[in-house]
């Protein structure tokens, strides 16, 4: 599986992004997707992840109720749909595939390249 994500960008704190992660190989649908965050000097974190069905979602704590796991299996896509952003949220995010919905990146097998998001204050 082959993962690349897009949408990353400068955006001012109460500002909204879409981040898409596009997937190629045959399997997509069968892998559970997840999105993950780094700044520099931390640790890659779990934000947010789905099943493959898209029925089942998870959330780590920053991420609920600001922001939106969802994928669309005909386009091999799935996407983070940020809202309310802050600064503290600014990292590089990559998306990341597994057999089955998992919080650390650990469970994950295929990474993205990543896409930079900065949230000014």
């Known amino acids: 599986v082959l993962l690349v994500e897009s949408g990353g960008a400068l955006v001012q704190a109460g500002g909204s992004l879409r981040l898409s992660c596009a997937a190629s190989?045959?399997?997509?649908?069968?892998?559970?997707m997840g999105w993950f965050r780094q700044s520099p000097g931390k640790e890659r974190e779990f934000v947010a992840a789905?099943?493959?069905?898209?029925?089942?979602?998870s959330y780590a704590d920053s991420a609920k109720s600001r922001f939106t796991i969802s994928r669309d299996v005909a386009k091999n896509t799935v996407y983070l749909q940020m809202n309310s952003l802050k600064p503290e949220d600014t990292a590089v995010y990559y998306c990341?595939?597994?057999?089955?919905?998992?919080?650390?990146?650990?469970?994950?097998?295929?990474w993205g390249q990543g896409t930079q998001v900065t949230v000014s204050s």
């Open positions: 990341a595939a597994s057999p089955r919905v998992g919080v650390t990146r650990y469970e994950y097998n295929y």
């Open positions: 190989g045959r399997t997509f649908s069968s892998y559970a």
């Open positions: 789905i099943d493959w069905s898209g029925g089942r979602t």
